[in-house]
């Protein structure tokens, strides 16, 4: 049937077992962050173009799928809407548009579907699912606290326990910067460079740092101190800066309020996030077995005004959940099968169907055998497929006895049973 | 802020308790639909635009979500995905791309949003759920009857207990009109104007199946007879004509197969749906308290073909969820406060997040004052407006004891206890 007959470019469809494990981990994020007091928020799959026009900069803007306007209006080519790009602008406006009516500080969690339009490839889609939650609010730093550890308890929840928080803050970098007397109107774009270490290497981002205007001495002695990641060494230098020094206590009181985290939260100096719009505390976690990171956060009192909403705090951290399902995936076997398969033979089905709904009515997942042959031998071949633990076979001899045979998938064994007392009888050999 | 700040039109945002109330519904259909073995399916929010093209009829084309091409292409102001309109075409769609990867027969259910782009009105929204549970790929009546208990367990679920199923068949209704001598080709548009009995009343039927060529004796003794909606008047026509007789049959069988219904479910020769893909039995359900049908249904054999997938026969039905949620909203009130508020006085808050922590890992919602006051009658306040039915208090006396003071929110009443005994009293204190 050609392309036509497939999902649209980057996107999925989601097939019985796959959608379970996702709707089973989208379930154990969500009763975490209740647990937290985190509620629930559902934005619309679209908002009007002008909320998310200048908003994600330039490069994202382009990734934006943007929906025509309708009707007569079809025709101009023109486009009113964007489908959410993620869950931050949205939460913006929803704070300007709900305001008064929101609990305050607002603490939110939102876990659906984002669409981009990057150019498909392994692994990364054009309809993802992001995870996020977030205070809005708050300057508390309980509140960074709070998301931090909301994140660790869902990421376990999530099956990921071998896990690690960096912990830095933009303050103590942007002290750092100082301490290297980097000219301020530089570090933004220092910091965007200093983010690719990673993927660079050292050696070109020390080029890319002397293309933004820092001597090579100086762009060598910061690369060379930041990979070194030395919390007692950065500590040291930012100890003589105030606003290091500023930043390294927001840093320490994140790590004091986390104690409980022991191990898995430290203050690393080569964490640098390249996004301008976090204030305070930023954090990353890395996981053993999982490429890149797999949650991230940190507070930005500033981005809810950017985004067109209130001046107001707020702190945040996303959970990186198609990723880690990504990894997850060969792991996770479906096994969602029937407990009690209903062959049809003779039999007009009615009272077979009694017995189903009845069954049904106790919890128990029930299959009908829904096909066209009257062979119990193929019907026993659909039961097995569809992993039935119990069979239900009415043939004549049952009929007029007023009876089923109930057959024990596993052992093979049968035993008859009036109709009266078949719900009882399966539902007993279902519990041993 | 305008109206920028506004969800887009006919969209809502869903807060906390609207929100927790609609997922609670689309949890207890799923529930059932998984009982009688449905699998989900999910399907991405866009198609492809040659995949819904020419799917719908010209006045649902033009409600289409259209999405504008994206990158060098935008400019042309050319669309190439369109929003999911409904879950049916996906699922035509699905069955071709992913065939020999599904159980047939394929049993699935899909409950998400669908996007119309209709003018925004009272109680009606251009993003809403659709409720479908659908059977592909089987001829047996127990299918039919299968979709009509889920349809009425889903609905009992929902709360919706005082229902009744309209049921009649598109070959009963053919052979009723070869009955009135009604000629074949003009059967489709009586259909659809008996139909509109309901909203535009007999006698401006009668002057539309006039218009339609019908004489006006055989419109006027037809919409009569429709009217009177008298099972035995019209089985008695049905019998002389074989169409007729057969989709009777089709009836009957499955009245049969859904006796356990009992008083729900009856023939209704006045219940005429328009829709022209239905094939066999169909159905449409009413309740008292509900305007218009609440759920809707039958078989059509032909449309999975008509929509771009294989010949194969089909049954299914939609409940309607979004109709029945508007319904129920003044009714129930969200009640999710918090189990445990904790208050932060002078300590620094980290045994504090240590006890949250704790607590939560037993179940329990927990939240921590992240406001700006040290006043404990404020920090109060906050706890009661969060419905918390604890508040934990660790002031300067319970540091220096090692202790909290623990308070019933109800009652009144606290009580001191050591922070290693802390987290079982307030467990014990819930339980009460």
Known sequence: MGQAAQAPSGTRDFLADDLRRRKAAVAA???????????????????????????????AANLLFKILRRGAHEAGGQADLALRYDHTVPLA????????????????????????????QEGRFREFV?????TVGSHSPLADAEIVQAVADGLEA???????????????????????????????????????????????????????GISATTAERLVTDIVADSPDLIRAKLETNPRGKQGLADVDRLLELTGDLEGRIAFSPRMVRGLDYYTGAIWEVEAAGYPGAVAAGGRYDRLVAAL?????PAVGGSVGIERILAVQEPESG??????????????????????????????????????????LGKQLTWANAHKARVAVIRGTEEQSAGAVTVRDMT????????????AQRIEELLRD
């Open 334 to 375: 479906g096994d969602h099968g029937l407990d009690v398969a209903l062959t049809v033979l003779e039999d007009s089905g009615g009272e077979l169907l009694r017995l189903a709904r009845e069954l049904r009515r106790h919890g128990l997942r029930v299959g009908t055998y829904l096909g066209s042959s009257t062979k």
């Open 130 to 134: 992001q995870c996020d939650v977030d």
């Open 29 to 59: 994020v969500s009763e975490i962050f209740e647990r937290y007091g985190f509620d629930p928020l559902e934005t619309p799959a679209f908002e009007r173009l002008e909320v998310v026009t200048g908003k994600y900069g330039e490069e």
């Open 158 to 212: 999530l099956g990921v326990i071998d896990f690690r928080f960096l912990v830095n803050s933009r303050e103590a970098l942007r002290g750092l910067l100082e301490v290297y007397n980097v000219d301020t109107f530089l570090s933004d774009g220092v910091l965007a460079s200093l983010d690719k270490l990673d993927k660079l290497g050292a050696e070109a981002v020390v080029t890319e740092l002397t293309e933004r």
């Open 93 to 120: 406006r929803v704070i300007g548009t709900h305001g008064s009516k929101l609990p305050f500080p607002f603490k939110r969690y939102a876990i659906g579907p984002v669409w981009r339009a990057d150019r498909p």
């Open 308 to 312: 067109g909403g209130p001046e107001v």
């Open 411 to 422: 052992s093979g064994e049968q035993q008859r049973v009036a109709d009266a007392d078949a």
